[in-house]
Structures are given as structure tokens and as C-alpha cells.
């Protein structure tokens, strides 16, 4: 079965930096696009970073464009979030999802809390 299990998740101040690590199994990753969710209370879930499975290609929420860096390491079926210059706004759970034709699956959710 597929499985996404998520790590790196804490309490950062404003300003700071943190990195998400999704560790994918049961599936081929490499074929696989793979993107981070997040959502705050009282808000929709939404995109926040996505990396195709063929050319890697990324694609970013306006929000957070220019400070997140999404990645993957197929050797190691990782994906990686790197958080930067982190605002209070990006308080939420974030969530790794993987993704094609037949499936959309989810991992358990990490909590960010950017708060001074």
C-alpha cells in the first residue's frame, strides 16, 4: 500500500526556516508527481508546491513563491519542503500527497506553527 509519512514539522519564529521530509513507499515514486498541502484553521486546504514525475518541473502557491523550495530525491523517494523567511500566514498543517492517473493519497499531516 502506498504510505507518506511525513516529518520536520515544529515551532519556528517569524523570519525562520524549517524542512518537511516525506518518506514515500509502496509505489513507484519516481513516476509519481508529488506536491505539499497545507491548511490553516478555518481554510480550504490548498497547493502550496508541486514537482512533476518526469521533468521535475515545480509549480508554487503566489504566496509562497520565492521562500519555499519543493525538491524530491528519487534515490531516496523523499520529497523535501524547505521553508523560508517563514510568516505567521504559514501556520498550518502541511501535508505530502502523491499523486496519477489511478490514485491521490495522502500523508498524516505535520503541524507549522510560525509564531514569535
Known amino acids: 500500500q502506498v504510505q507518506l509519512v511525513e516529518s520536520g514539522g515544529g515551532l519556528v519564529q517569524p523570519g525562520g526556516s524549517l524542512r518537511l521530509s516525506c518518506v514515500a513507499s509502496?509505489?513507484?515514486?519516481?513516476?509519481?508527481?508529488m506536491s505539499w498541502y497545507r491548511q490553516a484553521p478555518g481554510k480550504e486546504r490548498e497547493l502550496v508546491a508541486q514537482i512533476t514525475s518526469d521533468d521535475r518541473s515545480t509549480t508554487y502557491a503566489t504566496s509562497v513563491k520565492g521562500r519555499f523550495t519543493i525538491s524530491r530525491d528519487n534515490a531516496k523517494n523523499t520529497v523535501y519542503l524547505q521553508m523560508n523567511s517563514l510568516k505567521p500566514e504559514d501556520t498550518a498543517v502541511y501535508y505530502c500527497?502523491?499523486?496519477?492517473?489511478?490514485?491521490?493519497?495522502w500523508g498524516q499531516g505535520t503541524q507549522v506553527t510560525v509564531s514569535s
Open positions: 500527497n502523491a499523486r496519477n492517473f489511478f490514485y491521490n493519497s
Open positions: 509502496g509505489f513507484t515514486f519516481s513516476r509519481w508527481t
